[in-house]
């Protein structure tokens, strides 16, 4: 069972020892891991940091998705204009 309150997004990098992830509904948060279950690891407490922090400075909190999902996915690159 899922233990996360947003949806989250790892990306496997061009470094084999490193994997991003992000969450597209709580804007700012990101991290890296050294594997797909460290970024979870990672970002199950990260998210709760992170919601505190904007509790704490008063700013808006996303309202938690009750069907968070898991996308992993190879790196997405940057749009360059």
């Known amino acids: 069972m899922l233990e996360l ?3 989250l997004i790892i990306e496997a990098t061009e470094d084999p020892d490193f994997f991003g992830f992000y ?5 700012g948060f990101s991290g890296i891991g050294h594997s797909i ?5 990672r ?5 709760i940091e992170h919601v505190n922090l904007l509790k704490e400075k008063g700013l808006p909190v996303p309202p938690k ?9 190879n790196e997405q690159a940057m749009a360059t204009a």
């Open 23 to 27: 969450s597209p509904e709580l804007e």
């Open 5 to 7: 309150e947003y949806s």
């Open 65 to 73: 998705n009750p069907e968070p999902r898991i996308i992993i996915q």
């Open 43 to 47: 970002a199950k407490w990260g998210m």
């Open 37 to 41: 279950e460290d970024c979870i690891y």
